[in-house]
């Protein structure tokens, strides 16, 4: 308990934002260019890592929610990757709805490979992150969901676990919101070039399934997911697939819940209502999609 009250202590107050230092960067073998939030990301990294090798958790599943819940009460900080130039940015101490999931996603794999080095987590970032597990410019980086689902599956990273659900649907979609809304992209504003990169990866009449929400509360449905899944919630708003991310935490009485890095709540948390009663808040989610971490 002294040691888990420790690390909070260290991610919550002993921060200060600093970039990463030369050292750092040359430790990062495989990633030329890092940018840390402070000094303290890679000391809780490996706090995190060592406490997941030493919980002797094999399943992947298992070690998302383990990880998500040591994760519990970080700060929500939106556009955390943003800067002049892309780099592979490394902050544990401040999360958003997708930063969150793929930092889930990095500490499960490093622990399925029994390592605890933040290098390990750093290099499980940029292959998440990134297509085909590489960053360069901007438009490396993954910025839909439904590309990201496909590259990662193509890669053995994940799985989309939607198809399988009962009474799934599917929807017919551009997904093109980068490009029809480049006043709201610092990269694109003033880059037409840029534009040009990120409509090449955008999906046209791209056909994705999903479970409405209506059948969230379903039995059959509840017994389909499990705890540690990765889940998104769709949304009707043109131009985009998904609207948030976070994971299912089954309770004891079988009920999924959203435990997610919360835009109005501040915070990593658990909801407190039902999943199919916390997609009720917002007409606009209509649904969801599942994946699960391959191992």
């Known amino acids: 308990m002294k040691k888990f009250l420790f690390l909070i202590v260290i991610m919550l107050v002993a921060c200060a934002p600093k970039p990463a230092s030369r050292q750092q960067q040359a430790q990062a073998a495989t990633v030329p260019q890092m940018r840390f939030h402070c000094d303290s990301d890679t000391i809780v990294i490996n706090q995190l890592l060592l406490q997941g090798y030493e919980s002797g958790l094999s399943d992947a599943n298992a070690l998302v929610e383990f990880y998500a819940r040591r994760l519990l009460g970080t700060p929500y900080v939106a556009h955390t990757l943003e800067g002049d130039e892309e780099m592979l940015t490394i902050n544990i101490h401040q999360l958003d709805c997708l930063t969150f999931i793929e930092s889930l996603y990095a500490l499960t794999r490093v622990t399925l490979a029994g ?155 658990l909801e407190a209502k039902p999943l199919y009663k916390f997609l009720e808040r917002s007409k606009n989610n209509i649904g969801i999609r599942v994946f699960r971490m391959m191992q």
Do not use: C
């Not at 198809?163 to 551009?174: F, G, Q």
């Open 115 to 269: 390592r605890y080095s933040w290098r390990d987590y750093a290099d499980n970032i940029e292959n998440v992150r990134y297509r085909g597990g590489e960053m360069g410019d901007y438009s490396s980086r993954i910025h839909y969901i439904s590309e990201w689902i496909i590259d990662n599956h193509v890669r053995g990273n994940l799985v989309e676990v939607t198809p399988d659900l009962p009474h799934v649907d599917y929807m017919v979609k551009n997904i093109d919101y980068m490009t029809t809304h480049t006043g709201s992209y610092r990269q694109l504003k003033n880059d037409p070039e840029m534009v040009e990169k990120i409509r090449r990866f955008e999906l046209r009449n791209h056909r994705f399934p999903y479970l409405k929400r209506s059948w969230l509360n379903d039995k059959g449905v509840k017994a389909a997911l499990r705890s540690g899944d990765f889940v998104s919630l769709v949304t009707r708003a043109d131009g985009l697939d998904v609207s948030h991310n976070g994971i299912i935490i089954v309770d004891e009485k079988g009920d999924p819940y959203l435990l997610d890095a919360s835009m109005s709540g501040g915070k990593v948390m």
